[in-house]
């Protein structure tokens, strides 16, 4: 009785927490199948690499829900240091890109359905119809941490700019440049507008951007 207490006052789940747990992964991993890495496993050439819009600030959550429900997901991150109010330094993990979340599919429609279904997704990028897809080649920026402050950068670009993206999970759109982010630092980045899917993406490196 006293070690079981222990364990529940230290925050360790208790058997029965562990089984509900197991048969909630379970219920998501049936749910989600359609859109499983399973799936893509059985079709790889039919595979293709989405972007989901999810709520703000909830981009590793979603990304740690979809992985347990056997998704094949990749959500970039940058590592950030912090100060607390005794002045310590600490580091904290953030997403990349605040709002977006990329999940490789066979695509269907029950994979897309079921994938809005997730708690925390918005929908897909989109434009009507039309789903944004990346090639497996600029996801491979992310994947292999290539710098992009070693990377050269048109120094004329600036707030106004119209440019097109050519690197990244973006790339390919055409969009306006809202607010370079110190511009003179070896690795600036940018607020952009995407033209074709009416929505601002955060945090393009310049590097990735070529005026048009």
């Not at 989600?32 to 600030?57: H, I, M, N, Q, T």
């Not at 056997?70 to 953030?94: A, I, M, Q, S, W």
């Not at 600029?138 to 070693?150: M, N, P, Q």
């Not at 055409?174 to 955060?202: F, G, M, N």
Request: net charge positive; with cysteine; hydrophobic share 35%.
């Amino acid at each position: 009785m006293q070690a079981r207490n222990l364990r529940q006052e230290q925050g360790e789940p208790s058997q029965w927490q562990k089984a509900r747990m197991t048969r909630q992964e379970r219920m998501l991993r049936a749910r989600l199948e359609p859109a499983s890495a399973e799936r893509v496993k059985r079709y790889p050439a039919d595979a293709r690499w989405f972007c989901l819009v999810v709520v703000e600030g909830g981009e590793l959550s979603v990304g740690r829900r979809l992985e347990g429900g056997g998704v094949e997901v990749l959500v970039p991150t940058e590592k950030l240091e912090r100060r607390n109010r005794k002045g310590k330094l600490y580091e904290v993990e953030r997403a990349s890109f605040t709002g977006y979340v990329f999940v490789r599919i066979v695509p269907s429609v029950s994979a897309f359905e079921r994938l809005r279904g997730v708690k925390g997704v918005v929908d897909f990028l989109r434009a009507g119809e039309f789903y944004h897809t990346i090639r497996d080649q600029d996801l491979g920026f992310y994947v292999s941490k290539v710098h992009a402050e070693r990377m050269p950068k048109d120094a004329t670009i600036g707030d106004g700019s119209r440019v097109r993206i050519k690197f990244g999970p973006f790339a390919g759109l055409d969009a306006v440049v809202l607010q370079v982010t110190a511009p003179k630092s070896r690795d600036p980045h940018c607020r952009v507008w995407s033209e074709t899917y009416q929505r601002e993406i955060r945090n393009i490196p310049l590097a990735f951007l070529e005026r048009l």
